[in-house]
């Protein structure tokens, strides 16, 4: 007549990690998964490579080329404008989720779409991606794919026919992977899915995205070519207590920069949702302010990877990198915000390395050090991802001697994002569309808190014996619960009976002289061990529809105490509670 919350609930049975045999598949399904992501990076390049050569070439070629800026006025005006009209009619014909620069769509999909992302955005994503990058866009090439490396392992899921949780573990399996292929950063991949992507730290996700990103790294080498994405030959300076002042010091900098970029993305989106025209426009007209930037500085057209080995290499004059702050600023803004197709974090490494690279006068050290520090920092404030951001700017140069510099100048930038943004340049768009994120990990405190120690110890109950005339009485009288425990002289557990119960005997004219012992003999009874977690006594509530679950002494029977619903919201205030009060020092 007992129904048992669950078998693990004895604290012999109680593991750390959830992780069964399952995770296994989900390893196999990774590798899989990986060389999809390594091969879509390379697609991605391929179809960037190509829209630039006939956009600015004429030439219908797949070697990689860079927007000339020998250009008429015109074309520099036009082809923009042309590739921009292409992705809006794309957005409206073919799928609106190839918008925006692919992160944030891809942990909407995450959280509120089950993990499914379609065939039709694996195809159109990266399509239109190259279009917007190819005809001059200042956007990179990683948000496309990770949306793309998403969709391969989404696609792969589904066909599986896995679980949402399953599915979400190879969405971000194949954005890591992407992410790998297209930079060459493996580390910076799986930070980037534990901080951003995965909303969780369990085996049965880590294991699988690693061994996706480094499949997709084995397969770089043969795809887009061995070594850093980009070379950094300067000397790194000691790191010494003035090399972590000055490396907090631009990292505040630079999350002042990430806040206003931020707020000024946003405050151009907003402008364009007042125009009187459809949406399908908006991308071209953004493009116009790109086109015009091209115009006065060639350097802000396409994603501009040449820019950022230039702020490492530290040759520019001064006047051209704060020049190509301003436009290259002005131009990513407006073209994103016009809700086009591209992704935000090359433009940010500019943006940050500029910043660091004007700041070096005031420093000491090689400018390009602190170029590289200000394009972690930036990484770190705009995305909220400060682990990332430190490994990633090292991994992308080869240069890890730079990580505890790197790691200084990412907690500065973090530090002030979060204090004076309340959501990131990410889970910003999300919140505008009503969905509120928190991008915090804490303990569940329904996952280690034991029934034993939050149970109302001593409960009140009713004796077996106990005919159903007198527990009538008793429930229109003095019973100030719903239910209660019916146990036998011994005080084990027989069963549990509501006022529901009661009620119901009544209505069929129940034997009044039967006892509740007899009355219970059939019923089945939903009860914990004390040490069963009171995640899983909340699941047996919801199960059983009960409100009250007994806990009974594993030995004896006994009841010992009960858990109720009052009791679960208790907890959740007292650790609330204890996270907010301010104590002094202990006293003995």
């Avoid at 049975?13 to 998964?33: E, Q, T």
């Avoid at 006047?319 to 935000?344: D, E, H, I, M, Y």
Wanted: with cysteine.
């Amino acid at each position: 007549m007992f129904s048992h919350a669950t078998h693990t609930s004895h604290p012999h049975h109680l593991r750390d990690h959830s992780a069964d045999l399952r995770m296994i598949g989900l390893a196999a399904a990774a590798v899989v998964i990986g060389t999809g992501g390594a091969f879509g990076a390379w697609l991605l390049t391929r179809l960037i490579a190509l829209a630039t050569n006939l956009f600015w070439l004429r030439a219908m070629s797949f070697t990689p080329a860079e927007i000339g800026t020998r250009q008429l006025a015109w074309e520099l005006l036009v082809i923009p404008v042309t590739g921009a009209l292409v992705i809006g009619l794309m957005a409206r014909f073919g799928s609106d989720k190839i918008k925006g620069h692919g992160i944030p769509e891809a942990i909407e999909a995450i959280l509120y779409g089950e993990s499914r992302l379609s065939l039709k955005v694996a195809i159109l994503k990266p399509i239109s991606s190259a279009i917007s990058i190819g005809s001059g866009g200042p956007f990179g090439a990683e948000g496309p794919i990770i949306m793309t490396g998403g969709a391969i392992g989404s696609l792969l899921a589904q066909c599986a026919h896995l679980s949402a949780a399953e599915r979400k573990t190879l969405l971000v399996a194949g954005a890591a992977a992407g992410m790998t292929g297209i930079f060459g950063t493996p580390l910076a991949a799986v930070l980037l899915a534990v901080e951003v992507l995965l909303f969780e730290w369990k085996p049965r996700s880590f294991v699988p995205v690693v061994l996706a990103s480094l499949v997709s790294l084995a397969w770089r080498p043969h795809l887009l070519g061995p070594g850093p994405m980009f070379t950094a030959s300067f000397a790194i300076p000691s790191y010494t207590e003035g090399t972590a002042i000055f490396a907090l010091a631009l990292g505040i900098a630079v999350g002042l920069e990430a806040t206003a970029l931020s707020a000024l993305l946003y405050r151009v989106e907003d402008l364009f949702h007042r125009l009187p025209v459809h949406w399908m426009w908006w991308p071209a007209l953004g493009a116009v302010v790109v086109g015009l930037g091209g115009l006065a500085d060639g350097r802000v057209l396409g994603a501009g990877y040449s820019n950022i080995q230039a702020l490492l290499d530290g040759a520019w004059p001064v006047r051209v990198v704060l020049t190509l702050l301003v436009l290259k600023a002005t131009v990513w803004l407006v073209a994103l915000g016009s809700g086009t197709s591209g992704g935000v974090l090359a433009p940010l490494l500019i943006l940050g390395g500029a910043l660091g690279f004007l700041a070096a006068p005031l420093l000491p050290g090689p400018t390009g050090f602190w170029a590289l520090l200000g394009m972690a920092g930036i990484m770190s404030g705009a995305m909220r991802a400060p682990l990332t951001g430190a490994v990633f700017a090292v991994e992308l140069t080869g240069r890890f001697d730079a990580l505890p510099a790197t790691v200084t100048a990412a907690a500065g930038a973090f530090a002030v994002s979060v204090l004076l943004m309340r959501r990131s340049i990410l889970t910003e768009k999300i919140a505008r569309r009503g969905r509120h994120i928190v991008q915090e990990y804490s303990l569940d405190l329904f996952a280690f808190l034991q029934a034993e120690q939050i149970m109302s110890r001593g409960p009140e109950t009713l004796a077996g014996r106990m005919t159903i005339c007198e527990a009538l009485v008793f429930f229109s009288g003095p019973a100030q619960h719903r239910s209660y425990p019916v146990v036998d002289a011994g005080g084990r557990l027989l069963g549990l009976v509501s006022r529901s119960d009661a009620l119901r005997w009544q209505v069929e004219d129940k034997d009044p002289l039967v006892t509740l012992e007899e009355a219970l003999s059939d019923a089945s009874t939903p009860f914990a061990w004390p040490h069963t977690p009171i995640g899983a006594v909340a699941d047996l509530m919801v199960d059983s529809g009960t409100g009250r679950i007994p806990i009974v002494a594993r030995e004896t029977h006994c009841v010992v105490g009960i858990l109720s619903r009052h009791d679960l919201l208790k907890a959740r205030a007292e650790a609330n509670r204890t996270e907010l009060q301010r104590s002094g020092l202990i006293r003995h």
